[in-house]
């Protein structure tokens, strides 16, 4: 039988999900997106595509009405309307938007609808949840969860020696929004930004990582008392946006300017679009380090899952794109299959707990090589 997945959003991230499903021959794959462009070269390649606008709630219900499953990926000021649309539709869902809200105030309407939804189905979140749950629910205790995570352009170009794949809304919205984080079994809360450290990767060198509020649903999930999550970027990337925030320039509120009334962050947003966008082709990895500490078998354990995954030319698909849709579409792959099939809301980490659903996505991953190392020491 073959399966009907709307994929709703055909951007960079959108367009590898699509690439991909449209390779298995048991789904049909349709793509929704208000850009023609995008939808024409999703078509070319074998999908079903319509040009709508995703911010109508009308529009995102006609599109999934006929749907077996639906994959979210919109931007993230979309994102939480879009999944409740597709709820109130009765469509199941996996939903890679990251959107600010809390996810869990879709609960009841997921649970009303019968339906299984996975929300936060990327990279990180996402696979970082994935082997946090598992960790939980293999080992005897869990003391400490450290990820470090980054997207970065392969080339170092002054200003910014940063780019990004997705709206520089949705970076500013991290730099900006406090991290929450868990110490000693107590959550705190801290600036964005903050508590800047140099961490050494191989092949790579230095990075710096500062916290930004990822851990999400882990906090409300998972028992580990000790739990952070800090972004990666080449150094010196954390003081030139705190200075860009300290200074206003993220602000949303309107200030008046010699041509008008303006609202700085819209400004930063236009200039940081073409600044941060990447030309095609032009290449860029994704780098992700988790420590997990424990007991395993009464001995103390450090586990470490290291990935480090690059542009792909031969699929030109760019590595964030395929490291968050891969993740995606093999969440969309366990679904599919029955793997994973209770209904309402759940984050990655849940459905991490079961082994046969982290080994699948595992699996899935390592087929279009993006691998995960993983290594276990004694302590």
């Given at each position: 039988?073959?399966?009907?997945?709307?994929?709703?959003?055909?951007?960079?991230?959108?367009?590898?999900?699509v690439?991909?499903?449209?390779?298995?021959?048991?789904?049909?794959?349709?793509?929704?997106?208000?850009?023609p462009?995008?939808?024409?070269?999703?078509?070319?390649?074998?999908?079903?595509?319509?040009?709508?606008?995703?911010?109508?709630?009308?529009?995102?219900?006609?599109?999934?009405?006929?749907?077996?499953?639906?994959?979210?990926?919109?931007?993230?000021?979309?994102?939480y309307?879009?999944?409740e649309?597709?709820?109130k539709?009765?469509?199941?869902?996996?939903?890679?938007?990251?959107?600010?809200?809390?996810?869990?105030?879709?609960?009841?309407?997921?649970?009303?609808?019968?339906?299984?939804?996975?929300?936060?189905?990327?990279?990180?979140?996402?696979?970082?949840?994935?082997?946090?749950?598992r960790?939980?629910?293999?080992?005897?205790?869990?003391?400490?969860?450290?990820?470090?995570?980054?997207?970065?352009?392969?080339?170092?170009?002054?200003?910014?020696?940063y780019?990004?794949?997705?709206?520089?809304?949705?970076?500013?919205?991290?730099?900006?929004?406090?991290?929450?984080?868990?110490?000693?079994?107590?959550?705190?809360?801290?600036?964005?930004?903050?508590?800047?450290?140099?961490?050494?990767?191989?092949?790579?060198?230095?990075?710096e990582?500062?916290?930004t509020?990822?851990?999400?649903?882990?906090?409300?999930?998972?028992k580990?008392?000790?739990?952070?999550?800090?972004?990666?970027?080449y150094?010196?990337?954390?003081?030139?946006?705190?200075?860009?925030?300290?200074?206003?320039f993220?602000?949303?509120?309107?200030?008046?300017?010699?041509?008008?009334?303006?609202?700085?962050?819209?400004?930063?947003?236009?200039?940081?679009?073409?600044?941060?966008?990447?030309?095609?082709?032009?290449?860029?990895l994704?780098?992700?380090?988790?420590?997990?500490?424990?007991?395993?078998?009464?001995?103390?354990?450090?586990?470490?899952?290291?990935?480090?995954?690059?542009?792909?030319?031969?699929?030109e698909?760019?590595?964030l794109?395929?490291?968050?849709?891969?993740?995606?579409?093999?969440?969309?792959?366990?679904?599919?299959?029955?793997?994973?099939?209770?209904?309402?809301?759940?984050?990655?980490?849940?459905?991490?707990?079961?082994?046969?659903?982290?080994?699948?996505?595992?699996e899935?991953?390592?087929?279009?090589?993006?691998?995960?190392?993983?290594?276990v020491?004694?302590?």
């Amino acid at each position: 039988m073959t399966l009907k997945i709307v994929v709703l959003g055909g951007g960079r991230v959108g367009g590898a999900i699509v690439r991909d499903l449209v390779s298995e021959d048991d789904f049909s794959v349709l793509v929704v997106d208000v850009d023609p462009v995008r939808v024409e070269r999703l078509t070319d390649i074998g999908a079903d595509g319509v040009i709508a606008d995703l911010s109508t709630p009308t529009t995102v219900s006609k599109a999934v009405k006929d749907a077996d499953l639906v994959v979210g990926a919109v931007p993230g000021f979309l994102g939480y309307r879009t999944v409740e649309e597709v709820l109130k539709a009765g469509r199941p869902m996996v939903d890679i938007s990251f959107f600010p809200e809390d996810a869990f105030g879709l609960e009841k309407l997921a649970s009303d609808a019968g339906v299984p939804c996975v929300f936060d189905c990327g990279v990180a979140p996402g696979l970082s949840n994935l082997v946090l749950g598992r960790l939980e629910a293999s080992m005897d205790s869990t003391h400490s969860f450290h990820c470090l995570v980054g997207g970065l352009p392969v080339e170092r170009n002054w200003p910014w020696e940063y780019k990004a794949l997705f709206s520089p809304g949705d970076v500013i919205e991290e730099y900006v929004r406090p991290a929450r984080l868990r110490r000693d079994g107590i959550e705190r809360t801290l600036p964005a930004l903050s508590e800047v450290e140099l961490v050494d990767f191989p092949g790579l060198g230095s990075l710096e990582a500062f916290n930004t509020d990822g851990l999400r649903s882990l906090l409300r999930t998972c028992k580990t008392p000790n739990m952070v999550e800090k972004t990666l970027r080449y150094p010196g990337h954390a003081v030139r946006m705190r200075i860009l925030r300290e200074a206003g320039f993220f602000s949303t509120k309107e200030v008046r300017a010699a041509s008008g009334t303006v609202v700085p962050r819209d400004v930063t947003e236009a200039l940081l679009f073409h600044a941060w966008h990447y030309e095609e082709g032009e290449p860029d990895l994704t780098v992700m380090r988790i420590v997990a500490e424990g007991t395993m078998g009464g001995k103390k354990v450090r586990h470490t899952y290291n990935l480090l995954d690059y542009y792909n030319t031969d699929t030109e698909t760019s590595s964030l794109a395929r490291t968050t849709g891969y993740t995606c579409t093999a969440m969309v792959r366990v679904l599919a299959s029955g793997l994973w099939s209770e209904p309402g809301l759940t984050p990655p980490e849940v459905v991490g707990r079961d082994e046969a659903c982290f080994s699948a996505v595992l699996e899935h991953l390592a087929a279009r090589n993006v691998h995960f190392f993983h290594r276990v020491d004694e302590l």
